[in-house]
């Protein structure tokens, strides 16, 4: 349960991004979070679905252009 919600930073590190793009993809509504007390948090659950289906649309955009 410790790591289910994370920070800016957590998610940073986890997607291998600066902070200040993490803040940029979350304020307009690219990545899943919620704000607590004015602070930006994640559930790591809902990232991570995220984060496979980012990479689904990725596989099914390569699959389509090499059907091309």
């Given at each position: 349960m410790k790591d289910d919600i994370l920070t800016v930073?957590?998610?940073?590190?986890?997607?291998?991004?600066?902070?200040?793009?993490?803040?940029?993809?979350?304020?307009d509504g690219e990545i899943p979070g919620f704000k607590v007390g004015g602070s930006w948090r994640f559930s790591r659950k809902e990232l991570e679905k995220w984060v496979a289906e980012q990479n689904r649309k990725a596989s099914d955009n390569k699959k389509a252009r090499s059907d091309d």
């Open positions: 930073r957590d998610v940073a590190e986890m997607l291998k991004l600066a902070d200040k793009t993490v803040y940029s993809l979350v304020s």
